[in-house]
């Protein structure tokens, strides 16, 4: 008799992006590679080398957004920053300098062993959230 209650097939439930991510973990070695590249990015460093200057702003920019990633890719955690809206609001960020954010995450997706079609996601959403960062 089959006494164990777990059923003897998994079923194939997809992994969410989160998990495709590499979990919280991966998502904050994901976050620390990502700022450390718009650091060395001639495009955009003059946006980030100010936080290099301040650690704690800096840890508190990679907690805003590993959490952002977190929550928008199906994850536990809750994001309390401010809108995209809100925070990009005064930079007037040219549509050059997003894309070479975007490039610098696509890169490090790719370093950290990202899956093409995890990859593919993360472009639609970032792209997906150019008018909201874009030249405000
Ligand atoms: C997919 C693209 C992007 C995402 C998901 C994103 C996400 C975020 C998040 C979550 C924050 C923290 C919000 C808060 O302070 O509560 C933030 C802040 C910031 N972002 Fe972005 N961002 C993106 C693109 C960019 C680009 C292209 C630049 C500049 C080249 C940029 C520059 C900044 C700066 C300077 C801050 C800090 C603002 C402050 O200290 O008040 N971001 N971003």
Do not use: W
Not at 24 to 39: C, F, N
């Amino acid at each position: 008799m089959n006494t164990n209650p777990q059923p003897t097939t998994t079923a194939a439930t997809p992994p969410s992006l989160y998990e495709r991510l590499g979990s919280t973990s991966g998502i904050r070695a994901l976050v620390d590679d990502i700022l450390q590249a718009h650091m060395e990015n001639e495009v955009i460093k003059a946006r980030f080398l100010p936080y290099a200057a301040t650690p704690e702003r800096l840890a508190e920019l990679k907690g805003l957004l590993a959490t952002f990633l977190e929550a928008g890719s199906g994850g536990p955690a809750e994001y309390t920053g401010k809108s995209m809206v809100e925070a990009h609001t005064g930079l007037n960020i040219s549509p050059a300098e997003y894309m070479a954010a975007i490039d610098d995450i696509m890169a490090v997706l790719t370093k950290h062993g990202v899956d093409e079609s995890a990859k593919k996601d993360v472009l639609f959403i970032s792209y997906s959230l150019m008018r909201e960062i874009v030249l405000l």
